[in-house]
T-cell receptor
Framework: EPEVTQTPSHQVTQMGQEVILRCVPI?????FYWYRQILGQKVEFLVS????????KSEIFDDQFSVERPDGSNFTLKIRSTKLEDSAMYFC?????????????FGDGTRLSIL | AQSVTQLDSHVSVSEGTPVLLRCNYS??????LFWYVQHPNKGLQLLLK??????LVKGINGFEAEFKKSETSFHLTKPSAHMSDAAEYFC????????????FGTGTRLQVTL
């Protein structure tokens, strides 16, 4: 079964540094998402992306965050100047366009640790 | 705005006994509801979905859930728990539209004992 893949599985970064989290969505999917889960808290929506544009973003997704689909397969989340509170598990998801509601399929996540 | 409330943060059952994980939702429109499971150090796997078709939804691994509009509930059940069912379970509601964001509950950790 096709799956969403995320790299790296664990990223350790110094506070203030830039970090890029990478995702390869399912190949025929058109909608892409990022979510995060701070340790001990619920999974939170960050951003959705379609047709090379942000469709929706949450309050969390401020100017230090950006997303990009640099080629036909990758979908990236960049955090420009990381803060301690950015430490979390980041999940990428994708969904198709088969008519009606299509469920989102998630990757295994990237654990981001800010020191 | 939509939200879900998972009524138990932790549920413990013996192997072979029934599982009930409770979820109530709040939505101003007819919701799409899901249950996702997260095994340790793994991603979020879709168990089942409700999108306004049959109110009793069957998912993978023997799980099912019933949508009850009158009770605004979407409880997850399984007749007989297996050790491999031990994981974190999330009740999730979606907004309207094809690519709407998901709103997660706080999760229920299911423990299965021998």
């Amino acid at each position: 079964e096709p799956e969403v893949t995320q790299t790296p599985s664990h990223q350790v970064t110094q506070m203030g540094q830039e970090v890029i989290l990478r995702c390869v969505p399912i190949s025929n999917h058109l909608y892409f998402y990022w979510y995060r889960q701070i340790l001990g808290q619920k999974v939170e929506f960050l951003v959705s992306f379609y047709n090379n544009e942000i469709s929706e973003k949450s309050e969390i997704f401020d100017d230090q965050f950006s997303v990009e689909r640099p080629d036909g397969s990758n979908f990236t989340l960049k955090i420009r100047s990381t803060k301690l509170e950015d430490s979390a598990m980041y999940f990428c998801a994708s969904s198709g366009d088969g008519g009606g509601y299509q469920p989102q399929h998630f990757g295994d996540g990237t654990r981001l640790s800010i020191l | 705005a939509q939200s879900v409330t998972q009524l138990d943060s932790h549920v413990s059952v013996s192997e072979g006994t029934p599982v009930l994980l409770r979820c109530n939702y709040s939505s101003s429109y007819s919701p799409s509801l899901f249950w996702y499971v997260q095994h340790p150090n793994k991603g979020l796997q879709l168990l089942l979905k409700y999108t306004s078709a049959a109110t009793l939804v069957k998912g993978i691994n023997g799980f099912e859930a019933e949508f009850k509009k009158s009770e605004t509930s979407f409880h997850l059940t399984k007749p007989s728990a297996h050790m491999s069912d031990a994981a974190e379970y999330f009740c999730v509601v979606s907004g309207t539209g094809t690519a709407s964001k998901l709103t997660f509950g706080t999760g229920t950790r299911l423990q299965v004992t021998l």
